[in-house]
């Protein structure tokens, strides 16, 4: 037995795929720690550029719409499907067998163009986030990592790369996992269960030794302890998922409306729309006071620290996020919705006279699930961000809540659902390919 296992080892078709994957695996770890940079430095030379007094406050009104256009020009020229999040992309990718299919959504190419187009749009003010178009990295990266080992179970192989991806964006671990089994794949199959962990694992490593260990929205001390904080739990579940599904839906009809409406001149009337809704996002902004502009980092990881946000904010930052996603630049819904979600359950802690940390993590878990469709997901992305363990309880309840109340608002799952389009126009680019001649 130990000469057979020598023998393996010493064989280079055993250990070669198992090097390249594990390099595949630690660059997701190290691009994740880069493109996180990068975006905050993005955020931040966008709040300088704009200040809080005086004339600079209105320049987002032109900053934002061109720097919208921009974005939208380059993805539908240069880099085609990398609009929006990258999860669909990444979940289209695993139904698809054809790999030239496969790469039209995942490829270095992809990598690039998604990376620099969310950075652009962060520092033109987009309501968008990084964490989303990480997973298409992850999955690419991954992807283009079994190309060069020669690796089989290519579909097991995208499923690690986005869970790389969502555990080193944010310090999350276990949340990789279970948005792996319960987001990608919604059936998981037991031969990718160690590609998944040794993939998270090894990203982990990576982000770690950059930037250490952390909560990425800090630590929350608030804890569940009587009645008026259960009664939290049941207002942040039914009316975060409420709000969630709300968002969902409105995303899926307008995204349905305007493929539509956009068919018959696509590039122009992409970078039509991108102008007009980057010019919305600008005015919410200035009228938020810059609150809404970017991910909501900021915002959310005060909420959760026990410092109230304006009722409203919720609600600006809910059409900001909207807003720039149907606008078809490249960017993620992750962190705004999380934003979102602390902001709702914020205000709804001010108005039970709740502690307002944990009214931001139950608001987060309740919008996230309702958004997404992904309670398991909601609840342990949220508890390793945050560090909640004493309301464990409350979270899984709130996040279940959510769901519940999503479910019958809208049936169909945000991410599954804009998969779909992705499939489907590689089904019709096969139809439409001629027929191989017979000899």
């Known amino acids: 037995m130990l000469r057979r296992s020598q023998a393996m080892w010493g064989n280079r078709r055993v250990w ?34 704009t200040g809080t007094h005086g004339w600079t406050t209105f320049l987002p009104l032109i900053i934002t719409p061109l720097g919208f256009g921009f974005c939208a020009f380059m993805a539908m020229r240069f880099f085609p499907n990398a609009q929006g999040s990258g999860i669909p992309q990444a979940i289209a990718a695993r139904h698809l067998t054809d790999d ?45 990592a079994a190309r060069w080992g020669k690796m089989a179970h290519a579909r097991g192989l995208i499923m690690a ?46 982000a770690i030794g950059l930037v250490g260990n952390y909560t990425y929205f800090g630590e929350s001390a608030g804890a569940s302890t009587g009645f008026s904080d259960w009664l939290l739990v049941i207002m942040c579940g039914v009316g975060g998922g409420a709000f969630g599904a709300g968002f969902s839906a409105a995303a899926l009809k307008a995204s349905r409306r305007i493929r539509r409406w956009a068919i018959s001149k696509p590039l122009h009337r992409m970078i039509l729309l991108a102008v007009i809704c980057g010019f919305a996002v600008a005015l919410i902004g200035i009228l938020s006071g810059g609150m809404t502009f970017g991910t909501g980092y900021e915002q959310a990881r005060g909420a959760v620290e026990g410092n109230a946000l304006p009722w409203y904010y919720f609600l600006e930052k809910l059409l900001a996020g909207f807003l720039s996603m149907v ?33 931001a993590i139950l608001g987060m878990a309740g919008y996230f699930a309702g958004v997404v469709q992904a309670p398991m997901t909601a609840f342990v992305i949220i508890l390793e961000m945050t560090g909640s363990h004493n309301s464990v309880i409350a979270l899984m309840c709130t996040a279940m ?24 126009d590689a089904i019709r680019r096969k139809r439409a390919e001629p027929a191989p001649l017979a000899e």
């Open 16 to 49: 070669r795929p198992r090097l390249v994957f594990w390099a595949g695996a630690l660059a997701i770890g190290v691009i994740s720690v880069a493109f996180s940079k990068l975006a905050d430095i993005a955020q931040h030379l966008f709040h300088v550029m």
């Open 100 to 144: 030239d299919d496969r790469a039209r959504l995942l490829s270095l190419k992809m990598v690039t163009g998604k990376i620099l187009l969310t950075i652009v749009g962060l520092f033109c003010g987009a309501s968008i986030g990084r964490e989303g178009p990480t997973v298409q990295v992850g999955a690419s990266l991954m992807l283009q």
């Open 161 to 206: 790369g986005s869970a790389a991806g969502i555990a080193a964006a944010f310090n999350t671990p276990l949340a990789g996992i279970v948005f792996a089994i319960e987001e990608m794949g919604r059936s998981y199959e037991s031969r990718a269960n160690g590609l998944v962990l040794t993939a998270v694992i090894l990203s982990g490593l990576a």
């Open 327 to 359: 606008s078809g630049i490249p960017g993620g819904i992750f962190a705004p919705s999380l934003s979102v979600g602390a902001g709702f359950g914020s205000a709804v802690g001010q108005l039970l006279g709740s502690n307002i940390g944990l009214a």
């Open 401 to 424: 809540l959510g769901y519940g109340t999503a479910r019958m608002i809208s049936h169909e799952p945000l991410y599954h659902a804009l998969s779909r389009v992705f499939i489907a």
